[in-house]
């Protein structure tokens, strides 16, 4: 019994995501950048695309959006990282001016349509820093035989590596990063060439190129699962017209089409199977393993191939709306949810660089006008201190972490909305969990229908069916399906209104028939003997339904739910990482009994969503909490949740609601999803840790005159190296 509109959507087609939230995050720069939360959709002005190329990591990004936020009249820019996707919201027409600044910033951009163009050769990728190097070696040859040649060879080997990045380092400037990672590099390496370090200022040059393309692999490894989702579409489908095939590209399709796919053939876009049965794989969308079996009418998502024979299918999505193109719009947004650490770190690293640039200037030039010290060995000590400090190692710690955190999650069929989320799910020390369709499998089936003497089964059932006509609800579709088993023929309803939390009633030949629990009737309708009955028949596990016509109790329906295959294993699972787990339900309190006593957790039963929300915020009190449900009465308790879980085949405000959904609908999911989450959260530490130290150690060593500027260079590669190294172990999880 509920509400219409409680309709329990299909495993991909509900996962509808809100608006893209564009959170402007603060810049790897110096100069200060406001932050606004503002839905990109809603935002007055034209909404305009592109693709960037040339991004290695999250702090190229925002060198794009602080390049792009200097134009005039626009209101709103996001680049999302992993999809290399920037989107600008602006009063005018104002595309030439952004292509312009980008190009100025170093980067390109390309229309979202264009084709992908084919990968560099990795010889032509690396030629630069190949190049490098043979002059690094030629270089150190000619110094091994001929101290001035050697020194004329290092400064030419410096000038060649220097351009690039001093050409960068002027564009980002014009852009409005005054204190990128190219700007520190290109100082200290012109102040090596004008104290004669010159070996040491083309070694430093190299050490940062080197750590740029590990920087940019390591990158690419992260982004590589969004990449391989998005190449899930084909470009191209077979449509049906008029009886007559015809190849046609992807991005024309509307709902309503016929489409063709062969076996083996990926699915251009949803669709809802028009062949009588076929089996589809869908692991790269949910991580399921085994081909799904799907009948006549089930909703196929976009990207899944069919596995064993030729299907026909009716087009459901429009082009961009896609159950692909959904969880793509989904990394997007979570991109911008950025963790409080990482938040913390940038806001911090806005500060610190040119806090170090200042510290630098002043090692450099205080002690010698102060002490009387030789200036070359304390301009040479400030240059090895501006290098120690560059902030690359503990600007990537974090993003680095939570990428390969959110790539790894979703190989498994978990979404996780931002680093934001992530960092909320490793704090869970409790799990709130609905009942019906979430810790059971949301199909009912009746097990007994007992009128009273004045009515029969038959008619008992063909009243209580024609009220739930239209609704989804686990219960009503196992009324009609018992309905429909005994081949009754529904009479037509009329005036169907749900009564939220206590049932639903319409007018059926012109009668009032309403169906209700019996804990939500006044107690002098129901006799002892009824009653009785049911407290037994709710002792037993099963949810009771009465039937009463024109106010007079006709009789009642028993259904009883069956536990998911996986959630004993599931609770174990959550038990053995010591969490908590609580069943929060709207069904009858012996019903929710029996259930959680089969998972030995605790329960709260005969709850409104009100009732649900006020719970969730008592036990949140206490520990932080996660709520894990799949209606539409779940979503204002997973909102006041620390964290909000919704299954995959949740109804949109469920998955709309929630900061991580499992696509795949399995309860193991979420131990998974937790261990992962803390991993992280660890791995976080540990980056920071490894960052923060090796610049301790480095400082130390630099202002004892222990270290140079090619260590110093080395330490700075080196911590970035490790950092990322340390982050990729994630995505072996």
Not at 130 to 152: D, K, R, T, Y
Not at 343 to 352: A, L, P, T, V
Not at 364 to 380: C, F, R, S, T
Not at 636 to 651: H, L, N, R
Request: aromatic share 4%; hydrophobic share 50%; glycine share 8%.
């Amino acid at each position: 019994m509920s509400p219409p509109n409680t309709a329990k959507t299909p495993q991909f087609a509900a996962l509808k995501m809100r608006p893209v939230n564009i959170e402007t995050p603060t810049c790897e720069c110096g100069d200060a950048c406001e932050t606004s939360v503002t839905p990109i959709e809603s935002s007055e002005g034209e909404r305009y695309s592109w693709l960037v190329a040339g991004m290695d990591c999250g702090a190229c990004a925002r060198k794009v959006e602080n390049a792009v936020r200097q134009i005039d009249g626009v209101s709103l820019v996001q680049v999302a990282f992993a999809t290399e996707k920037l989107t600008v919201v602006a009063a005018s027409d104002i595309r030439q001016q952004v292509e312009k600044a980008v190009k100025q910033a170093g980067y390109s951009l390309k229309s979202e349509s264009a084709p992908a163009e084919p990968a560099p050769s990795r010889l032509r990728e690396n030629l630069p820093l190949i190049l490098l190097m043979v002059m690094m070696s030629a270089s150190w040859l000619l110094e091994q035989f001929n101290h001035p040649f050697g020194q004329a060879a290092f400064i030419i080997t410096t000038l060649v590596g220097l351009f690039p990045i001093a050409r960068q380092a002027l564009r980002l400037m014009r852009s409005g990063s005054w204190f990128a990672i190219e700007t520190l590099m290109s100082v200290a390496a012109i102040g090596a060439l004008f104290i004669g370090a010159t070996a040491e200022a083309a070694m430093v040059l190299l050490l940062f190129l080197v750590g740029e393309r590990l920087e940019g692999w390591a990158a690419s490894r992260a982004r590589r699962g969004v990449s391989a989702l998005m190449a899930l579409k084909p470009d191209t489908a077979i449509r049906i017209v008029d009886g007559k095939r015809e190849s046609v590209t992807a991005g024309v399709l509307r709902p309503g089409d016929v489409i063709e796919v062969p076996a083996g053939g990926r699915l251009p876009a949803d669709g809802k199977l028009i062949s009588p049965f076929a089996s589809f794989d869908e692991s790269a969308l949910t991580g399921e393993s085994l081909p799904v079996e799907h009948a006549r009418g089930d909703s196929i998502p976009a990207g899944a191939t069919s596995v064993d024979r030729l299907v026909t299918l009716n087009v459901v999505s429009m082009p961009g709306e896609s159950a692909i193109d959904r969880i793509l719009k989904l990394i997007e947004e979570a991109e911008e949810r950025r963790a409080p650490i990482e938040r913390f770190i940038d806001r911090f690293s806005r500060i610190y660089t040119p806090a170090i640039m200042v510290v630098a200037l002043l090692v450099a030039v205080v002690p010698p006008l102060m002490l009387g010290d030789a200036w070359l060995a304390w301009i040479y000590k400030g240059l090895t201190l501006l290098l120690i400090g560059c902030p690359c190692a503990l600007v990537i710690s974090t993003p680095a972490a939570i990428t390969s955190g959110l790539a790894a999650a979703s190989r498994y069929g978990a979404l996780i909305k931002g680093g934001a989320a992530l960092e909320q799910l490793a704090s869970v020390q409790q799990l709130a969990f609905d009942k019906t369709g979430t810790l059971t499998e949301g199909k009912p089936n009746v097990t007994g229908i007992y009128p009273l003497a004045d009515s029969s089964e038959d008619t008992l059932l063909m009243l209580a069916a024609a009220v739930e006509q239209g609704s989804t609800h686990p219960l009503a579709q196992a009324i009609l399906r018992e309905a429909e088993a005994r081949r009754l023929v529904l009479p037509h309803a009329e005036n169907q209104r749900a009564l939220v939390g206590k049932g639903i009633e319409a007018q059926v030949n012109g009668e009032s028939i309403r169906l209700s629990a019996p804990d939500k009737l006044a107690g002098n309708l129901l006799e002892d003997n009824l009653l009785t009955a049911i407290r037994h028949q709710e002792n037993q596990g099963e949810t009771v339904i009465v039937v009463l016509r024109e106010g007079a109790v006709m009789g009642s329906i028993a259904l009883r739910d069956t536990l998911r295959e996986d959630a004993r294993q599931a609770i174990a699972a959550l038990r053995e990482l010591g969490i908590q787990g609580v069943m929060l339900t709207g069904d009858n309190p012996r019903a929710a009994a029996t259930i959680a006593a089969e998972l030995k957790m605790d329960f709260r039963a005969g709850l409104l969503p009100e009732d649900k929300v006020n719970a969730v915020i008592a036990l949140n009190k206490q520990a932080p909490l996660a709520m894990v449900g799949d209606g539409i009465n779940d979503a204002p308790a997973m909102k006041a949740a620390t964290i909000g879980i919704a299954m995959g085949s949740g109804t949109d405000v469920a998955l709309e609601t929630a900061d991580a959904a499992l696509t795949h609908n399995r309860l193991g999911g979420l131990a998974q999803m937790i261990t992962l989450a803390r991993a992280t959260q660890a791995n976080i530490r540990q980056n920071i840790a490894l960052a923060l130290g090796l610049k301790a150690i480095f400082l130390v060593t630099t202002l004892l005159g222990m270290t140079g500027l090619w260590l110093a260079v080395l330490a700075d590669t080196g911590a970035t190296v490790l950092v990322t190294a340390n982050a990729l172990r994630l995505l072996r999880r």
